[in-house]
C-alpha cells in the first residue's frame, strides 16, 4: 500500500488549506476500509513529529489541542481518501504533514508554510 500526501503550499496566516491522502496499491481499498484508525502527524523543523488529527473508520476524530476548533479530518473510503482541511492557519502550523494509515504505512509528507 502507497500513500500520497498532497495540498501543502505557502499561504499567509489566517489562510486555508486542503490537505489529502490517497492510498494506491494491491489490497489498497481493502486495508482503507479496515484499518481502524488513520491520521495525520507533522514535524516542525528540529521538532519531534506529532499528532495533528485522527479518525476511525466509524468517523470519530481526536485532535491536537493546538488544532482544534480550527483543522477538520475526514475520510471518503469509497475514494480511499483521506483529507485535513485548515483553516484559521498559523505560522506555529508550519511543518511537513505525514498521513498514516493505522501507523503500519506513512505517506512521504506534504510541506504546509505559513508566512505571518
Known amino acids: 500500500v502507497q500513500l500520497q500526501a498532497s495540498g501543502g503550499g505557502l499561504v499567509q496566516a489566517g489562510g486555508s488549506l486542503r490537505l489529502s491522502c490517497a492510498a494506491s496499491g494491491a489490497a489498497s481499498g481493502r486495508l482503507f476500509s479496515i484499518i481502524n484508525t488513520m491520521g495525520w502527524y507533522r514535524q516542525a523543523p528540529e521538532k519531534q513529529r506529532e499528532l495533528v488529527a485522527t479518525i476511525t473508520s466509524g468517523g470519530s476524530t481526536n485532535y491536537a489541542d493546538s488544532v482544534k476548533g480550527r483543522f477538520t479530518i475526514s475520510r471518503d473510503n469509497a475514494k480511499n481518501t483521506m483529507y485535513l482541511q485548515m483553516n484559521s492557519l498559523k505560522p506555529e502550523d508550519t511543518a511537513v504533514y505525514y498521513c498514516?494509515?493505522?501507523?503500519?504505512?506513512w505517506g512521504q509528507g506534504t510541506l504546509v508554510t505559513v508566512s505571518s
Open positions: 498514516t494509515l493505522g501507523l503500519s504505512f
